[in-house]
């Protein structure tokens, strides 16, 4: 059955995705977005609405003029480092801005909600994988303040019956499989692309920061999961919400890490470009393992990754950056 959702983000990198799936799953899709992070052309179709979650007024407008089924929220803030610096502009869009938005699904009677979250909420793992049980203990601002909007979810459950699932990434990366969209942060602070771009020509030199994290080859191994699953793992947590009526919060990875070095050995592989990398120091904070235990979304939710192949995920995103390259995009 067709439903009718509201995307808040739907011009970033996830939320752009995440439109384009709901559209061909047959869904009307309207989209949020203040475009301070996003991009326009982007959003390849459905309804688009130029905002802020700051503005209220415009909020309780969107809200009274339509029946949404769910939203789904993409629209936080990102960047660890910024968050330091700046932890007021993470506090005030990543947790006020959202208030305002479960408020307006409160007083309209939306009662769906899919949040984007993090594995940042996790701070420093304890043990490796990382499941569900593991201790919230963030170590940074944006961390901080993922966990401080699911704990409000939890709460307004239970006041309001909001029903909501939190999905804790732990690094999107890939792009669209068909190649209409992808990966485009100003400035840019992930592995794959910023290898991608120095690939290319579009980027500087490769920084490797720390080749003496206790792991095999030295360096720090992560947990990449393709767009296109996260999207399909959206897809099937909104089915769940649908049937169960009940809130819920799922860690998605693929459950095998790849380290940077392997990282880094599989972009020159894919693009046939010996990359410049330049060794510095660790960097502060940076755990050796980031690993997700995925088994709970694929038993609740059905969920099992279709592109974990670290080599088809950066393809994918290959064939993205040459588009990028190609057009001369920044």
């Given at each position: 059955?067709?439903?009718?959702?509201?995307?808040?983000?739907?011009?970033?990198?996830?939320?752009?995705?995440?439109?384009?799936?709901?559209?061909?799953?047959?869904?009307?899709?309207?989209?949020?977005?203040?475009?301070?992070?996003?991009?326009?052309?982007?959003?390849?179709?459905?309804?688009?609405?130029?905002?802020?979650?700051?503005?209220e007024?415009?909020?309780?407008?969107?809200?009274?003029?339509?029946?949404?089924?769910?939203?789904?929220?993409f629209?936080?803030?990102?960047?660890?480092?910024?968050?330091?610096?700046?932890?007021?502009?993470?506090?005030?869009?990543?947790?006020?801005?959202?208030?305002?938005?479960?408020?307006?699904?409160?007083?309209?009677?939306v009662?769906?909600f899919?949040f984007?979250?993090?594995?940042?909420?996790f701070?420093?793992?304890?043990?490796?994988?990382?499941?569900?049980?593991?201790?919230?203990?963030?170590?940074?601002?944006?961390?901080?303040?993922?966990a401080i909007?699911?704990?409000?979810?939890?709460?307004?459950?239970?006041?309001?019956?909001?029903?909501?699932?939190?999905?804790?990434?732990?690094?999107?990366?890939?792009?669209?499989?068909?190649?209409?969209?992808?990966?485009?942060?100003h400035?840019?602070?992930?592995?794959?692309?910023?290898?991608?771009?120095?690939?290319?020509g579009?980027?500087?030199d490769?920084?490797?920061?720390?080749?003496?994290?206790d792991?095999?080859?030295?360096t720090c191994?992560?947990?990449?999961?393709?767009?296109?699953?996260?999207c399909?793992?959206?897809?099937?947590?909104?089915?769940h919400?649908?049937?169960?009526?009940?809130?819920?919060?799922?860690?998605?990875?693929?459950?095998?890490?790849?380290?940077?070095?392997?990282?880094?050995?599989?972009?020159?592989?894919?693009?046939?470009v010996?990359?410049?990398?330049?060794?510095?120091a660790?960097?502060?904070?940076?755990?050796?393992?980031?690993?997700?235990?995925?088994?709970l979304a694929?038993?609740?939710?059905?969920?099992?990754?279709?592109?974990?192949?670290?080599?088809?995920?950066?393809?994918?995103?290959?064939?993205?950056?040459?588009?990028?390259?190609?057009?001369?995009?920044?």
């Open positions: 059955m067709s439903l009718n959702y509201l995307v808040v983000g739907g011009a970033g990198y996830i939320g752009s995705h995440m439109v384009k799936a709901l559209l061909q799953a047959g869904h009307e899709v309207v989209t949020l977005d203040d475009l301070s992070t996003g991009h326009r052309e982007a959003v390849i179709g459905g309804k688009f609405i130029h905002g802020s979650l700051a503005d007024s415009l909020l309780d407008s969107v809200f009274a003029s339509h029946r949404f089924g769910a939203v789904l929220h629209a936080s803030f990102i960047q660890v480092g910024e968050s330091v610096v700046q932890p007021a502009k993470y506090y005030t869009n990543n947790v006020s801005n959202t208030l305002n938005l479960l408020n307006a699904m409160v007083h309209h009677g009662r769906n899919v984007s979250s993090t594995a940042a909420i701070g420093e793992p304890q043990y490796v994988p990382i499941d569900e049980r593991h201790r919230v203990a963030p170590i940074n601002p944006y961390g901080a303040s993922k909007v699911e704990q409000v979810l939890r709460d307004y459950d239970h006041a309001y019956g909001l029903k909501s699932i939190c999905l804790r990434y732990f690094n999107a990366c890939g792009a669209d499989p068909d190649g209409e969209l992808g990966e485009r942060h400035p840019e602070t992930h592995l794959i692309p910023l290898a991608l771009q120095a690939a290319s579009r980027g500087k490769l920084r490797l920061f720390g080749r003496d994290y792991t095999p080859d030295g191994i992560r947990d990449y999961i393709h767009i296109a699953d996260l399909q793992a959206h897809l099937l947590a909104l089915e919400l649908k049937k169960s009526d009940t809130s819920a919060a799922f860690n998605l990875g693929n459950g095998t890490g790849f380290s940077v070095a392997e990282v880094i050995s599989a972009v020159e592989r894919v693009t046939g010996k990359l410049r990398v330049v060794e510095s660790r960097r502060n904070g940076d755990p050796a393992r980031l690993v997700a235990d995925a088994v694929k038993n609740t939710l059905g969920w099992k990754p279709q592109y974990a192949e670290l080599d088809l995920i950066i393809a994918h995103a290959w064939a993205w950056e040459q588009k990028q390259a190609a057009y001369g995009n920044a």
